[in-house]
């Protein structure tokens, strides 16, 4: 184990569902990420946060909306979504980004399945 | 803009034999280099990584990477390829004081018994 907690692990939702994905560390790191993985595609990451703060939104759809209520959570709120949103996604953490060194550590994954 | 690139989808490879998974990358200015390993229905989990001295970095369940700074690269190899080492294997990269890591796609390796 990684001390990344993900739930949950798998998630099957139609275009007008609201769900949410959940993400813990027990790592006492500062920056959070949520990536998503696609089948034959690179990893893309989605979103930062470093203290709490956002740092980084690659330009993603407003149907995914983050929250980080504090170092240790974060959230991924999905609603009407798309069939193309099907993905394993995955939440990441680690020390504050710019030290230099510091190592990601992910989480199991939620497979997401958009019907 | 930097980028990672892993030129190869697959790799196979008999067990027993030495194993390289290919990895380039271009940066623009300090890289920050690292591979991680995805096993089947898990997360990425960390390997080694580069970030200044010795160009040889030693990571977990033996392996290593080497650090090219003139041909920008950095190769995972193992001297001798293990069943369990089955796995899709990323390569990273990351510039000094950047706080986005970019992925390579992933190369599936596939230890054949």
């Known amino acids: 184990e990684t001390g990344v907690t993900q739930t949950p692990r798998h998630l099957v939702m139609g275009m007008t569902n609201k769900k949410s994905l959940k993400c813990e560390q027990h790592?006492?790191?500062?920056?959070m990420y949520w990536y998503k993985q696609s089948a034959k595609k690179p990893l893309e990451l989605m979103f930062v946060?470093?203290?709490?703060?956002?740092?980084e939104n690659n330009s993603v759809p407003s149907r995914f909306s983050p929250e980080c209520p504090n170092s240790s959570h974060l959230f991924l709120h999905l609603h009407t979504l798309q069939p193309e949103d099907s993905a394993l996604y995955l939440c990441?953490?680690?020390?504050?980004?710019?030290?230099?060194?510091?190592?990601?550590?992910f989480g199991p994954g939620t497979r997401l399945l958009v019907l | 803009a930097q980028s990672v690139a892993q030129p190869e989808d697959q790799v196979n490879v008999a067990e027993g034999n030495p194993l390289t998974v290919k990895c380039t990358y271009s940066?623009?200015?300090?890289?920050?280099l690292f591979w991680y390993v995805q096993y089947p229905n898990r997360g990425l989990q960390f390997l080694l990584k580069?970030?200044?001295?010795?160009?040889l970095v030693k990571g977990s369940y033996g392996f290593e990477a080497e650090f090219n700074k003139s041909q920008t690269s950095f190769h995972l190899k193992k001297p001798s390829a293990l069943v369990s080492d089955s796995a899709l294997y990323f390569c990273?990269?990351?510039?000094?004081?950047?706080?986005?890591?970019?992925f390579g796609k992933g190369t599936r390796l596939h230890i054949l018994p």
């Open positions: 990441a953490s680690s020390q504050e980004p710019g030290t230099g060194e510091e190592t990601q550590y």
């Open positions: 790592l006492g790191h500062n920056a």
């Open positions: 946060y470093n203290f709490k703060e956002q740092t």
């Open positions: 940066v623009s200015g300090n890289p920050y």
């Open positions: 580069y970030i200044t001295g010795d160009n």
């Open positions: 990273a990269v990351r510039v000094d004081r950047d706080d986005k890591i970019i």
